[in-house]
């Protein structure tokens, strides 16, 4: 990987190399929580939850992406970005990749979910497994950046977020969640 490339990606890393000292404390438990986190979001809206469906349609995985899933340098990976909001007002902006060798068998049905929950899908099946979580902070320029916050007037200095490799039926697929200045303050309800 060369210099700009680099530059271009964020700095993921899971939490034994983070100083958690540096992340925000609005966001830090949305970060370290391991539960569903549409689940997490329904219970703290104080409205509507949506989804809304930004794009969804084969596309290429950034650098880091392709590294972390494991694939070729080109191979093909549906590309899906949403905004997780309450209200209207986007809290969370998910972008997933699944490869498209994992597109297979019953999970055909992860490329027909139009504005329905990816979370609400994977954390139903007691065929999909949790594979490792990393948290990044997210700069003006990251890709990652750019696509969360297209929709914002007023940008931010900087966002988190974390990425998590999911496994269905033993193939891979990278939910990347990358959490809003609108999102509020993380608290369970049971």
């Not at 809290?91 to 609400?120: D, M, N, Q, Y």
């Not at 948290?135 to 966002?159: D, G, N």
């Amino acid at each position: 990987m060369n210099q700009v490339t680099a530059s271009l990606e964020p700095n993921w890393s899971n939490w034994s190399r983070q100083r958690v000292s540096v992340i925000p404390a609005l966001v830090l438990e949305w970060l370290k929580d391991e539960g569903s986190l549409t689940k997490r979001l329904i219970q703290a809206s104080p409205g509507q939850f949506n989804v809304r469906l930004l794009q969804q349609n084969w596309g290429k995985a950034l650098y880091s992406e392709q590294q972390h899933l494991r694939i070729r340098r080109g191979e093909a990976a549906m590309v899906r970005e949403v905004e997780l909001c309450s209200d209207e007002t986007p809290w969370v902006f998910a972008r997933s990749l699944i490869p498209a060798s994992t597109l297979r068998g019953s999970a055909r049905r992860l490329a027909h979910l139009g504005e329905k929950p990816l979370g609400a899908v994977l954390f139903a099946d007691r065929n999909v497994r949790r594979g490792e979580m990393q948290i990044a902070r997210i700069l003006p320029r990251h890709p990652l950046f750019s696509a969360a916050t297209s929709h914002l007037e007023q940008l931010p200095k900087e966002l988190w977020g974390r990425r998590t490799l999911f496994y269905i039926a033993d193939k891979p697929l990278l939910v990347n969640e990358i959490f809003l200045p609108a999102i509020p303050a993380f608290a369970i309800h049971d």
